[in-house]
């Protein structure tokens, strides 16, 4: 270690301890002029309430500013000589010694530490609450590194302001660190090729690792996964239903439960009509029919009968329907009950409900 490496750890250790020590002197000083009068003399004064004088605690204040300034000094030298994080341990340090009995530095704020530079380019930084000590921003709390390839692709797929958004929603909410939630967004990235549908993801803060899951599941079907993955970008992009999303949902949920997902978004067409069965399976070498609304109101009539009269065809005895949200509306619950009652009646097929609640709103 150099000499200068030496004294800087010598002038921390030795204002740790002038702080520890003399931070309570300092508060009772402070506070003691502050909140204290001093009476005039009977004979001077205009003898009226109100007209005392009011000391200046410019010694106090004055105290606690020289305070700061040498330990942005310290900082700054630890910074240079040491190592960044040598530097953001001792402002944490100091931090927590240092009361502060004028709110000089009180109020830290999420934000970024720069720990390293390569040219005019930062090749690493760290977020987390931030405090302001003269235009020097001090680490009081670090929650997570940042690597400039991740800071850069971010920037790069989506924008400068995103790097703050993320920090705030995944790292600082969820307690996630910075990387692992990128390397999610860069795996997401491959099955949302449009670039609205993949900012919808942050915008309406989706977990990252559950999505990444689901977008896996389903582009990992055979037959219909690719189909899926379109539909998924093209609806986030344009009508932002969630529906084909809520497919994908339902696909990694019944695998989960090991079924077999044989097919996705195949077209039928019966005598009744044409429409879409979304998801094909089997378990235990019998087939089922699975169809997938976000809510219940969007369940009708006509479609059940067309699944129905195909699955009849096709030799299969059961359709599930999942659904996301309910429904008040009796008119349409007393529609989609005539319906599994038709197809029992016409067809042989049972229509079973189950609510999964979605996980992606």
Partial sequence: MGWRRFLALALVFLFLGMTVSGASATASFV????????????????????????????????????????????????EHYVSPEAAMAYDALSAILAPDPTDIVRGGKWGIKILAKDGDEISRFSMGIVKDYLGHKIMVREFTKVSRENARWVVNELGKQYLEEIGEKYVKRRGMDFDEVVGSLRRIRKWLTNKNAFKEVIRRDWDVKKLEEVLN?????????????????????????????????????????????????????????KTEIDIIVKKRGREVYIECKRSFSQIKKNQLLIQAEYAKKNGVDKIYVYYSRGTSNPRGYYDVMSAIREAKSKFGVDIELVQKISEFN
Avoid at 40 to 51: A, R
Avoid at 229 to 234: D, E, F, H, P
């Fill in 31 to 78: 506070n003691s002029t502050t909140n204290s009068t001093v009476k005039v003399p009977h004979e001077l004064g205009p003898g009226k309430p109100g007209d005392e004088v009011q000391p200046q605690a410019v010694p106090g204040i004055v105290l606690v500013i020289g305070a700061i300034l040498v330990d942005n000094a310290l900082s700054l030298a630890i």
């Fill in 217 to 273: 599941d389903a582009s990992n079907v055979k037959h219909g996964g690719s189909k899926l993955i379109k539909r998924v970008n093209a609806d986030l992009r344009d009508d932002k239903t969630l529906g084909p999303l809520y497919e994908a949902e339902v696909v990694s949920y019944l695998k989960k439960n090991r079924w077999t997902i044989k097919e996705v978004e195949k077209d039928v067409i019966t005598s009744i009509g």
